[in-house]
């Protein structure tokens, strides 16, 4: 029986192996004892009820992966969590998997409180076996550098050379969605885990906090939970304004932010907006956030638009030719994530089709891509319709040739391109034949001028506009 339940643990460790950087593994998985198998039932016997929490939160899905592989996929699993060690009277916690963990009923009444209490011994670990939750391919050599990032990135290069001993404590990066303040925090913790061996970095997302918070209050291991925060060198938290109007968790991250800040800890901060602009998170946790540095990403420039695909094509071992990137980098401007969106469809058309990735490749990715979400008018669209419209075609709009009858439609399309896209004035110069962005002004006036003038302008005009929503 011993020797059954040991094979079956020994597998379960292989499949987990698989799955789970090696620093976890050897945190989380190393510690725990098979005690036995009951049908498909099988228990192992964990340290702590914060040790039981990381598991379930942090590996449910590996757990699942290595009981289906060794018992099958009734297999279940249950807990035992040690008080003292070796005391067999322990009545194993039962958690059936996978559903979601509810304490309050997975905790049968007849369990001993106190088993919850056994703190979370971090200070017996190496700082060096805790898993950080960093993505290693987040680095700053590969976090390009633009007009849009130079504050934020050099005060987190700072950070990360001297953690805690800079003025930039906390370091708040804000910005909107997809301009990179997970990349660039997880830069720093990364260079910080490279480089100070001794510093224990953690990475953890504010809902990530919120739900461990309401899993230790629901279970009574608030104190664990707190304990094991406060022993972090370098605390990361990503999108802080998930905090909002979350009273409690405010509450006792004030508090650990307090303790780690008086004992000269590194703390860095995201968020979607300015700090100003965080509304219900409580004042006195405002303020401190306003200590430290707080730096805003925006969105990059055209230059760093292509800097950023060309290194991430590289990166994927990918040439596309210099037209080609040049034309996303006009037509996609909204955040960095979308560009990268964009090269990873185009990769994938690429190699479903067999073809090269051209430029007629690229726009019609473009195209599906951009239906698909439906939300954004491209120029591609607007250039058909306003060409079906005065009777002209595609090519003729893009055309250096200065004839009355195709001058006017190609400026109605740079005005509705205006008006209708977020492309720059720059960009949708490139789009018509590679005119510069005062002719599109001057363009834009010219129509201006005939709407307020001519009332068949007018009117031509605002039907054309009707057709994008
Ligand atoms: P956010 O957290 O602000 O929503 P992310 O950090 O997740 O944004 O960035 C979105 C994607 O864009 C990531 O894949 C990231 O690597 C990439 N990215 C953002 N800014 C840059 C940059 N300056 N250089 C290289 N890649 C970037
Ligand atoms: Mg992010």
Request: with cysteine.
């Given at each position: ?37 009951q049908g498909n039932v099988l228990t192992i016997q ?32 249950e807990y035992s969590i040690i008080v003292d060690q ?194 219900g998170l409580e004042d006195r946790l405002l303020s ?182």
């Open positions: 029986m011993q020797r059954e339940v040991t094979t079956v643990w020994n597998r379960c460790l292989q499949v987990i192996r698989e799955i789970v950087p090696e620093q976890s593994f050897n945190t989380w998985f190393e510690p725990i004892v098979p005690l036995r198998l964990v340290p702590s009820q914060f040790f039981y929490e990381w598991l379930e939160d942090n590996f449910i899905h590996a757990l699942r992966k290595a009981l289906d592989a060794s018992i099958g996929r009734d297999g279940q699993l070796g005391n067999e009277r322990n009545r194993p916690l039962a958690v059936q998997m996978p559903t979601t963990r509810t304490p309050q009923n997975a905790r049968p009444d007849n369990v001993n409180p106190n088993i919850l209490k056994s703190p979370f011994q971090l200070k017996d670990l190496d700082s060096l076996a805790l898993d950080s939750y960093l993505n290693p391919t987040y680095a700053f050599d590969n976090y390009i550098e633009g007009d849009c990032n130079r504050l934020a990135r050099s005060a987190g290069f700072a950070v990360a050379d001297r953690p805690g001993l800079t003025a930039f404590n906390p370091l708040m990066i804000h910005g909107g969605v997809g301009l990179g303040k997970t990349h660039l925090v997880q830069a720093i913790g990364n260079y910080i885990k490279n480089n100070f061996a001794d510093k224990f970095v953690l990475y953890v997302t504010s809902e990530k906090f919120t739900n461990q918070f309401l899993n230790a209050i629901k279970s009574d291991a608030l104190r664990d939970f707190t304990q094991f925060y406060m022993q972090v060198d370098v605390l990361i938290i990503d999108d802080v304004q998930f905090l909002q109007k979350k009273e409690k968790t405010q509450e006792i991250f004030f508090h650990i932010f307090n303790h780690l800040h008086q004992s000269g800890k590194q703390i860095i901060l995201t968020s979607d907006r300015a700090p100003r602009n965080l509304d401190r956030f306003k200590w430290g540095l707080s730096a805003d990403l925006q969105t990059p420039d055209l230059e760093t638009r292509i800097a950023i695909m060309q290194k991430k094509l590289q990166a994927e071992g990918v040439y596309i030719d210099d037209n080609v990137i040049e034309y996303l980098a006009h037509s996609v401007n909204t955040n960095v994530r979308e560009l990268e969106g964009v090269i990873v469809s185009l990769m994938a058309q690429a190699s479903l089709t067999r073809r090269e990735i051209d430029l007629d490749l690229a726009k019609q990715t473009l195209r599906n891509i951009v239906v698909d979400s439906g939300k954004e008018v491209t120029i591609d669209t607007v250039q058909e319709m306003v060409a079906e419209f005065y009777n002209v075609t595609v090519a003729d709009l893009k055309a250096k040739s200065r004839k009355r009858e195709l001058v006017y439609p190609r400026q109605v399309a740079m005005y509705i391109a205006k008006e209708k896209t977020d492309l720059s004035l720059k960009s949708i110069g490139y789009h018509f034949g590679g005119r510069d962005h005062s002719t599109v002004i001057h363009a834009i006036q010219c129509v201006n001028d005939m709407i307020a003038e001519k009332a068949d302008t007018k009117e031509a005009i605002t039907k054309l506009m009707g057709y994008f929503k």
